[in-house]
Structures are given as C-alpha cells and as structure tokens.
C-alpha cells in the first residue's frame, strides 16, 4: 500500500526563523509528487509537482526539493502569512491521478 | 476564473437523511474527484471520475454515490447520512495524466455536519 508521511505534525516558527518539512513515501516508480498549501476553512492550493530525484522548485519563500525517498519544504525567512497546513500527496503506483495525501503539517510563524 | 465550484458551502443533515453534494468546474478538465478530511487526517478518495460516463470507488466509497453525465458535473449522493459521515468534503478535477502525474485543482469544500 502506498504510503504517505509528513513530519512534524505541527511546526511553530518565529518569524525570519527557517525551517524544512519533511514528507516521506514508499511508492515505487514515483509520477510526481505534490506540494499544497491548506488555509484554514479553505480548499488546498497547488503549490508544486516535482518528478524527479534532484530537481527543485521555488516560490517566494518556499522552496521542494525531492530524492528517491522524500521530499522538503524548506521555508525561508518565513513570514506569519506562511502560517497554514502544509500536504504533500503522490499519485498511486497504478495511476497517475489518484492521489495518496500525508496527513499535513500544520505550520504557524509569528511575528 | 471561477474553477471548482462546491454547493452547498454548510450543511447540518439529521441521521437517514439524503443530500447532493454538487461540484462544477470550468477549466474542461476530464478527471474529478471526491475526497473528504477529517479533523487533522489527510483527505480520503471516495469517488473519481475519468470522464463523462466513467466513475470509479476510491478508498472509501462506502456510503456515498456519483454520476458523472457531463464534464463539468460531478455530484455526489449520499443516501442515509450517518455521524461517521461528518466530514468536510472536497471536490478537485485535473487533466489526464501523461508520462507524469498532473496537479488536482480543489474546491472551497463543503462542511457537513450529521446529527
């Protein structure tokens, strides 16, 4: 069964202080792997897809990275607005749309 | 821009009740999904859809019912509502995936509550 596993479950930042979240699976033969963003009362919102083991992706002040086995959010400097809950999600090994979710990392910054 | 578009945004059922859940999207896309989130759990596959006519359980269907009879629609049915039913409710569509996996694009959700 594929799995999904996101650390910490929940992250509190100063503000300027930069930190990763961790999202670790087990599917084999990976198609992508997903980052959203989740506010609360609110629908999740892409953030990025990454397909390959070394490639990265940036936004802002969030940056993924991905290896065979797991993906980071690294947020830098990060700001209250950056508090959210943060999903990670990979598609499963027999399909290429059907996602497996992490449970999130909920992460607050304050000022 | 509107997306995907969820109706109703609340609803509060009475156990052995039935509702729709209603999803629309106008981005053309030909795969949609239901999932649901309980409080601090990742979101769960219920239903999805590859196509007008086409729909398939995902992990957790027990309970609830789909069409699909265009490619902006997909509702979602629940017959006797239960408290093991209080979820929120997240409907999302996306393009076929190629070589890779493409992105799912969520709606605002729909909370339901059943007492």
């Known amino acids: 069964e594929d799995q999904v596993t996101q650390s910490p479950e929940a992250l509190r930042l100063q503000e300027g202080e930069s930190s990763s979240l961790n999202c670790s699976y087990t599917v084999s033969g990976l198609r992508g792997l997903f980052w959203y963003r989740q506010d609360p009362g609110k629908g999740p919102e892409f953030l990025f897809t990454l397909y390959s083991a070394g490639e990265e992706k940036e936004k802002e002040r969030l940056k993924a990275t991905l290896t065979k086995k797991e993906s980071f959010l690294h947020i830098t400097a990060p700001k209250p607005e950056d508090s959210a809950t943060y999903l990670c999600a990979v598609p499963e090994e027999t399909s290429g749309s059907r996602l497996t979710f992490g449970e999130g990392t909920q992460l607050t910054v304050n000022p | 821009n509107a997306g995907v578009t969820q109706t109703p945004k609340f609803r509060i059922l009475k156990i052995g009740q039935s509702m729709t859940l209603q999803c629309t999207q106008d981005?053309?896309?030909?795969?949609m999904y239901w999932y649901r989130q309980d409080p601090g759990m990742g979101l769960k596959l219920i239903y999805y859809?590859?196509?007008?006519?086409?729909?398939d359980k995902g992990e957790v269907p027990n309970g609830y019912n789909v069409s699909r009879s265009t490619t902006e629609d997909f509702p979602l049915r629940l017959e006797l509502a239960a408290p093991s039913q209080t979820s929120v409710y997240f409907c999302a569509s996306s393009y076929p995936p190629g070589a890779g996996a493409t992105e799912a694009f969520f709606g605002q959700g729909t909370r339901l509550t059943v007492v």
């Open positions: 981005m053309n896309h030909n795969y």
């Open positions: 859809s590859v196509g007008a006519g086409i729909t």
